[in-house]
């Protein structure tokens, strides 16, 4: 039971991280962007970390063919990035008019994998959970700000954004069941997923994440970006030592 309440408790954590467009309300435009590319580059970090570090490891002591499964993850989140159109979007300019409903299918395809991804890391240790769960709020945060924007810029009111992106978020919850109820076949799958979901973390990560760190033309905010994204890598392994310890 304790480990069904973690797993409800930080689904949802990172549903409500949908609501972060209500902060930016108040923020000039311009230190919108400085914050955003800050936790554009702390989020790469600890996705790369949580995947060469955690998932893969954890991944390859359970079956051989973790590489495999990560490739398949990379692969398989590279397909519905091209086939939905499903795009972060970091831009402070986006013509994203006619893709706006397509953006919250394919942002609520990707909330189901997190849910599934959060109880199968659960199910397989506790703190597995814990630093997969943080590294998904670390890059819901970053999304769901230009997720929110792409609504607005769509078309949606600021409330009708709002509710619209805490909906999908909330499907987080229905893929978070669906691990849980077939928990039976949690030992044959978990491999699978954790392959998947590290190579989903470094398709995020190294496509649609790093290459917006490198649009300045300042070499000085790619110094800073490269000191954050370091840190986002130390404070994974820091987490992982407090476990261990």
Not at 16 to 30: H, M, P, Y
Not at 118 to 124: K, P
Not at 134 to 151: C, K, R, T, W
Not at 163 to 186: Q, W
Request: charged share 15%; with cysteine; glycine share 8%.
């Amino acid at each position: 039971m304790d480990v069904w309440i973690a797993i409800l408790l930080s689904v949802f954590l990172t549903s409500i991280v949908s609501l972060v467009g209500v902060f930016t309300l108040a923020l000039r435009q311009e230190v919108l962007r400085r914050l955003l590319r800050s936790l554009v580059a702390f989020a790469s970090g600890t996705l790369l970390a949580t995947a060469f570090l955690d998932l893969l490891p954890e991944a390859a002591e359970l079956d051989d063919a973790a590489m495999g499964y990560a490739l398949m993850g990379i692969v398989l989140f590279f397909v519905i990035e091209g086939v939905i159109r499903w795009h972060h979007c970091h831009e402070e300019r986006c013509e994203v008019h006619p893709f706006t409903y397509l953006n919250l299918l394919g942002d609520g395809v990707h909330n189901f994998i997190d849910g599934a991804i959060i109880a199968a890391a659960y199910l397989t240790s506790f703190e597995l959970g814990v630093i997969t769960t943080f590294a998904i709020l670390l890059h819901e945060v970053p999304q769901e700000i230009s997720d929110f924007g792409i609504l607005i810029y769509g078309g949606f009111s600021r409330k009708k954004a709002l509710l619209f992106n805490f909906l999908t978020a909330l499907i987080s919850f229905l893929g978070a069941g669906m691990a849980l109820v077939f928990s039976s076949l949690v030992e044959e799958l978990t491999p699978a997923l954790l392959g998947l979901a590290a190579g989903g973390f470094i398709y995020i990560a190294t496509t649609d994440l790093m290459p917006e760190l490198q649009r300045s033309e300042r070499i000085r905010d790619v110094f800073s970006s490269l000191i954050v994204l370091i840190a986002g890598m130390g404070t994974v392994q820091l987490l992982a030592m407090l476990f261990e310890a």
